[in-house]
């Protein structure tokens, strides 16, 4: 991308959307917009007045405001102004300068731009499966367009049409999803009120899946079959064809056209096809798609539950429960609440009993009945204790103590075992147990975190960490299972005491 002076200028064609009388600034350039759009291009200052006027806004409006609102918005180079002598009839009137108005032309985007958003939010963005067709059509006849004279028209008219239709797509359905994915959205989701369209839009959703999935496979063999040579013979007839328009002012070269159709082109391509390491744009719009309606779909059910769980179920409990009191015995009791109620509220409970049977067949009535004491899941909730005695643990202490002492001894005289002439590598060693293994790989990865690749065992030995097998791989095994890895050796520097 290039960056130049005329990036880095202040646009001063703006200043009239945030000035201090901004409501009469923009009527009077919508007011020239709008004629500028029926090819008229010229408006003098008692047009715009009476314009004004006309709008029932401005009752207070005077000649005199009209004067200095055009003046400044000519000072911001929103208008250009030029005195008109065909319609000077006296000295005087040439000596008052009745000016004539006219728009510049980035006062005509500004303003169109500042349009097209207004509708944005008004109407919202939509998705148009038509643009898909359109495309693939337009792909359809690419050979057919390199074989065109170079001087033709009709290539150019067909590549407008096409970037068209693609920034319409691209910016239509980054809007739509946009608008779905937002605050205002979500909340509208969880509304009652959305049950009402929510088949509507699902529906709407689908459709354009459809259609995705219709013409953009069709559209991306398309684009891979086109060759090189096709696609330079037509892009650069699109480059001629551009480069010989006459601009007013305005100076443009070649490379700045060229690289603005080329990487039209490749947004494209990548758009439908796209990369090495990406997925193409359409797959992504698929899968956000889903994700729309999954969602949803999900409020939905959300909604459609809080309404069943508030309507009044009195009635139905009470036809049911009817229904209980002439059942014969416990048995048809049991069946019937396995009809009405099912297995949907079942509660598991764990506690320490001794069954008479171990049988699948045998039902929970026939299970001896015990008691289990619930506490409360709050988490104020506090089980009562009772005092006590403090127990002299000295002696359990001693023992666990020396049992944990006569362990790490066993382990350290295993671990020199290991030892070959004061090292221990990985790839040697025997099948060990997972004690040691642990060991090992704790003095492994101790090595690794020093940036000197050494650290000390547990009895205080120093060693350092041997890379040069780092290359190879080992197993090393252990008595519940293997662990493939690189092959390190650990060299101790001092001798085993």
């Not at 005329?6 to 001063?12: A, E, G, H, N, W």
Request: charged share 30%.
């Amino acid at each position: 991308m290039q960056i130049t002076d005329k990036t880095m200028r202040p646009l001063t064609e703006a200043k009239y959307l945030n000035a201090d009388n901004v409501s009469r600034y923009r009527a009077i350039m919508r007011i020239f917009l709008m004629h500028y759009d029926k090819l008229k291009y010229k408006l003098y200052q008692e047009d715009v007045f009476e314009s004004m006027r006309e709008t029932g806004l401005f009752a207070d409006y005077r000649i005199e405001q009209c004067r200095q609102d055009l003046d400044m918005l000519t000072e911001w180079k929103n208008l250009e102004a030029y005195q008109d002598t065909r319609r000077v009839t006296s000295i005087e009137e040439f000596k008052n300068k009745k000016f004539a108005y006219s728009m510049t032309d980035v006062s005509v985007e500004v303003e169109r731009l500042v349009q097209r958003l207004e509708n944005l939010h008004i109407e919202g963005a939509s998705l148009e499966p038509s643009l898909l067709e359109r495309i693939r059509n337009y792909l359809a006849v690419f050979a057919q367009m390199a074989e065109q004279d170079p001087d033709s028209s009709k290539v150019y008219a067909w590549w407008n049409d096409l970037s068209s239709d693609f920034v319409r797509l691209n910016q239509n359905y980054k809007d739509y999803m946009s608008n779905l994915s937002s605050v205002k959205a979500e909340q509208m989701m969880q509304t009652r009120a959305f049950l009402a369209f929510k088949d509507q839009l699902v529906e709407y959703l689908r459709n354009f899946i459809k259609n995705l999935q219709r013409n953009v496979g069709a559209i991306e063999e398309q684009l891979r079959r086109i060759t090189d040579q096709q696609k330079t013979a037509v892009l650069e007839k699109v480059i001629d064809y551009e480069l010989a328009i006459p601009r007013i002012g305005e100076e443009i070269t070649r490379q700045e056209i060229e690289q603005k159709i080329y990487d039209r082109w490749q947004s494209i391509f990548e758009w439908f096809c796209g990369t090495g390491s990406e997925d193409n744009e359409a797959a992504k719009l698929f899968d956000k798609t889903n994700d729309i309606i999954r969602k949803i779909t999900r409020y939905a059910t959300q909604i459609s539950e809080k309404n069943a769980l508030g309507a009044n179920r009195r009635e139905e409990y009470r036809r049911v429960a009817e229904i209980f009191l002439r059942c014969e015995d416990m048995r048809q009791a049991h069946k019937l609440s396995a009809m009405v109620f099912g297995l949907e509220a079942t509660a598991h409970m764990k506690a320490d009993m001794i069954r008479e049977t171990d049988t699948m067949n045998g039902s929970v009535y026939d299970e001896t009945p015990f008691e289990i004491t619930l506490k409360p899941r709050v988490r104020t909730y506090k089980e009562r204790t009772s005092r006590s005695a403090i127990r002299d643990m000295s002696r359990e202490k001693e023992a666990a103590r020396k049992a944990l002492l006569q362990e790490q001894q066993e382990n350290m005289a295993k671990l020199r075992d290991l030892e070959q002439n004061g090292r221990i590598d990985f790839g040697a060693l025997p099948v060990v147990e997972p004690e040691i293994r642990e060991i090992l790989l704790t003095w492994l990865s101790n090595a690794l975190e020093d940036t000197a690749k050494t650290a000390r065992t547990d009895d205080g030995r120093l060693f350092h960490l041997d890379e040069s097998g780092i290359g190879q791989k080992c197993v090393l095994r252990a008595c519940d299972g293997n662990l493939t890895m690189p092959r390190f050796a650990l060299v101790f520097e001092e001798a085993a005491e």
